[in-house]
């Protein structure tokens, strides 16, 4: 069974930088592309950034290009998200999934940026 845990979320003031991880059991990243997701409150799941199953490719939204970075751990199940210049706006909870989205979503993790 898939499971994908993320985690290094927090309370940040905007400005400030975070670094999130993705790790997953029963799955190997360098098979798969993999994506990171946000969601607001009120508003629908978003595509943050994505990483090709080499980790040579990335991709991201307009609204974070420039300031976050995907990035593949060496041992291919874990994957990163470094967020720097962080605004209020970022403020949700991102979840990590394949890109397209294809296994069940995990908890999350919560960042909230302050002004």
């Known amino acids: 069974q898939v499971q994908l845990v993320e985690s290094g979320g927090g309370l940040v003031q905007a400005g400030g930088s975070l670094r999130l991880s993705c790790a997953a059991s029963?799955?190997?990243?360098?098979?798969?592309?993999m994506g990171w997701f946000r969601q607001a409150p009120g508003k629908d799941r978003e595509f943050v950034a994505a990483?090709?199953?080499?980790?040579?490719?990335?991709s991201y939204a307009d609204s974070v290009k420039g300031r976050f970075t995907v990035s593949m751990g060496n041992a291919k199940n874990t994957v990163y998200l470094q967020m720097n210049s962080l605004k209020p706006e970022d403020t949700a909870v991102y979840y990590c999934?394949?890109?397209?989205?294809?296994?069940?979503w995990g908890q999350g993790t919560q960042v909230t940026v302050s002004s």
């Open positions: 990483i090709s199953r080499s980790g040579t490719s990335t």
């Open positions: 999934n394949t890109n397209p989205a294809t296994f069940s």
């Open positions: 029963g799955i190997r990243f360098s098979t798969l592309a």
